[in-house]
Nanobody, 123 residues
């Protein structure tokens, strides 16, 4: 079971990006997925999260600008980021609480992380 984050890049202030977090392997249930970010010299913070029921929550700093969604058929979660600001610059990670199988055994928990994708907002 692996998570693959992608979609980062360099964008001007006011621009947009869409990040993707794809879970691969044998996924039995993708309970919840969260997007985190970590800027240089700062702690990692939760940006947005979505449950398998579709409930979402957002950090106050991104409310109204970011939207998290999921495609259950593809085991993929997206983070649409609009009206980007320089302070959104960070490495973005996805984290999953999931149930899956590896080598015939059930694996479960919240310790599944993607590798991170860099988002840079600069003119």
């Amino acid at each position: 079971v692996q998570l693959q984050a992608s979609g980062g890049g360099l964008v001007q202030p006011g621009g947009y990006l869409r990040l993707s977090c794809a879970a691969s392997g044998t996924i039995l249930r993708l309970v919840a997925v969260g997007w985190y970010r970590q800027a240089p010299g700062k702690q990692r913070e939760l940006v947005a999260a979505i449950t398998d029921g579709g409930s979402t929550n957002y950090a106050n700093s991104v409310k109204g600008r970011f939207a998290v969604s999921r495609d259950n058929a593809k085991n993929t979660v997206y983070l649409q980021m609009n009206s980007l600001k320089p302070e959104d610059t960070a490495v973005y990670y996805c984290n999953a609480d999931l149930i899956g199988m590896e080598e015939g055994a059930v694996v479960a928990g919240k310790d599944f992380w993607g590798q991170g994708t860099q988002v840079t907002v600069s003119s």
